[in-house]
């Protein structure tokens, strides 16, 4: 399966835009690009997904690279609740079990 | 309002003793996964099933074993459990097909064995 190198933590201040990046070097054709987050003492939710083009949705945005080696995922304005660690995860369209691989993932705290 | 549902948040077991635990989904979701959260090891997948009575090995199968006997319903089982099995247990569930899928991620449980 194709690796995700995110930084292992990053920091915001509240009601800034946050921009937490994602390299995939290895990524192929089929995989698409999944983003989870994790709060504390909680499962994993899911953020958002993209496979080519950039995506909005209420809760954030994907912006990816045109050679699809990277991607960001934005947050607009970042807020206390947003503090937790962010998963960025390929997803290959062809497995049957479309399981998830997590890597380490970003911790992202966010000052008052 | 979707929903993944595990039957014990908390749990406290000694050593070698068979314990279970049990996932219910009602999405209707043909996939369901169980995975073990650790600090410094993150989200490791223990087994998934795709469908009724059909399970894959994951990334650290060694030590448990699953039951898929009904679609809602997915069962961990630590055969004789052990301190290194002391973690956090995730279950999920998606649907199957185009991986764009979204995946439900249960609330955990955290078990302990001493």
């Known amino acids: 399966d194709a690796k995700t190198t995110q930084p292992n933590s990053m920091e915001s201040n509240e009601e800034e835009p946050v921009h937490l990046p994602c390299n995939h070097s290895t990524i192929s054709g089929t995989d698409y690009i999944h983003w989870y987050r994790q709060l504390p003492s909680q499962g994993p939710e899911y953020v958002i997904h993209g496979l080519t083009s950039n995506v909005n949705n209420r809760m954030a945005s994907l912006a990816i690279a045109e050679d699809r080696k990277s991607s960001t995922l934005i947050l607009h304005r970042a807020t206390l609740r947003d503090a937790a660690v962010y998963y960025c995860?390929?997803?290959?369209?062809?497995?049957?079990?479309?399981?998830?691989?997590f890597g380490g993932g970003t911790r992202l705290m966010v000052k008052p | 309002d979707v929903k993944v549902t595990q039957s014990s948040r908390y749990l406290v077991k000694r050593t070698g003793e068979k314990v279970f635990l049990e996932c219910v989904q009602d999405m209707d979701h043909e996939n369901m996964f169980w995975y073990r959260q650790d600090p410094g090891l993150g989200l490791r997948l223990i087994y998934f099933?795709?469908?009724?009575?059909?399970?894959e090995k994951g990334d650290i199968p060694e030590g448990y074993s699953v039951s898929r006997e009904k679609k809602e319903r997915f069962s961990l089982i630590l055969e004789s459990a052990s301190t290194n099995q002391t973690s956090m247990y995730l279950c999920a569930s998606s649907f199957r097909g185009r991986s764009g899928n979204t995946i439900y991620f249960g609330e955990g449980s955290w078990l302990t064995v001493v």
């Open positions: 995860i390929l997803r290959d369209g062809l497995r049957a079990g479309n399981m998830l691989t």
């Open positions: 099933s795709y469908d009724v009575k059909m399970k």
